[in-house]
């Protein structure tokens, strides 16, 4: 070590260098750089294209929820039941995504008040294993869906995932029919199912639980679809209109009722919620 490194080293009120990635943002659209600050303040969506980033369990809650919500217990379910192995032990990819995400899986419920309206509401995690659906997210969503029951309130669900969990095979979609009959539990019950698909939501979480509600919104530019473009474009032998997965596609061709941005979400999910459910609701 030479004598300026020491000197410096040993100099108590210099600060150390904050690196890039704490100060600054870029934009995976337009690839601005944009502060940090000024990103997070804006709802993590981009002040220059009006990119709508993707967000995880706790973010969503905190834009959602008038107050910090009771988070619901995730069920207990059996872990790598097929003893899955590819160039990594499934238990070791799950230890890693929970590491970064500080989750138990994919998605995470809550109830909690939405402009005053009391609702069940579910998020999946893009980060946690590309909110892939296997049998713990498949559990959640019934037990979500059953306290909403018990609770009279409505269920609001936020997709975001890549499809199904292929580590546990054909148990991951047992979960697609698992989900569609507790939904028309909460249908026979006489209460509303909201879903707001963010970006990505494909593979069998849009053939089944994503496309059931309601109402179906979706956030600005979101990727909504099953297969991916160019599996499309190589089966059908066409090409493709420009973004027609894309949620304002979506929207103009009838799948979506609504693409609502990011800054007015939660007045929209509590006009709905005032409108759909019901008044009597007797919720804590």
Not at 42 to 56: E, F, K, M, T, Y
Not at 59 to 88: C, I
Not at 108 to 125: E, K, L, S, T
Not at 131 to 157: C, F, H, K, N, Q
Request: charged letters at 25%; one cysteine or more; aromatic letters at 8%.
């Amino acid at each position: 070590m030479s004598w300026i490194d020491r000197v410096r080293n040993g100099i108590p009120f210099l600060p150390k260098r904050q690196s890039e990635d704490a100060l600054w943002h870029k934009c995976k659209k337009c690839e601005s750089m944009i502060f940090a600050k000024e990103w997070a303040e804006n709802l993590h969506v981009c002040p220059r294209c009006d990119h709508h980033d993707r967000i995880g369990v706790e973010e969503r809650f905190a834009q959602l929820f008038d107050a910090p919500p009771e988070r619901l217990p995730a069920p207990e379910v059996r872990e790598d039941p097929l003893k899955f192995r590819d160039s990594k032990k499934y238990t070791e990819r799950m230890k890693q995504a929970r590491a970064k995400t500080g989750e138990r899986d994919a998605l995470i419920n809550a109830f909690g008040r939405i402009g005053g309206m009391p609702a069940v509401v579910g998020v999946q995690d893009f980060a946690f294993m590309g909110g892939s659906m296997g049998i713990a997210v498949g559990a959640a969503i019934v037990a979500g869906i059953r306290t909403a029951i018990e609770r009279g309130v409505p269920y609001i669900l936020f997709t975001a995932a890549g499809g199904a969990r292929m580590q546990e095979g054909i148990l991951s979609l047992m979960q697609m029919p698992k989900t569609t009959v507790a939904l028309a539990e909460l249908r026979e019950a006489g209460l509303p199912y909201i879903v707001v698909l963010t970006d990505p939501t494909t593979g069998g979480v849009t053939a089944s639980y994503a496309m059931l509600g309601d109402v179906q919104i979706a956030e600005p530019g979101a990727l909504i679809g099953f297969a991916g473009q160019r599996v499309i474009e190589q089966t059908i032998r066409e090409k493709l209109p420009e973004g027609f997965q894309r949620a304002e596609y979506l929207l103009d061709h009838g799948m979506l009722d609504m693409v609502v941005h990011r800054h007015q979400l939660k007045d929209r999910l509590a006009t709905l919620v005032g409108y759909l459910a019901p008044q009597e609701s007797d919720a804590a």
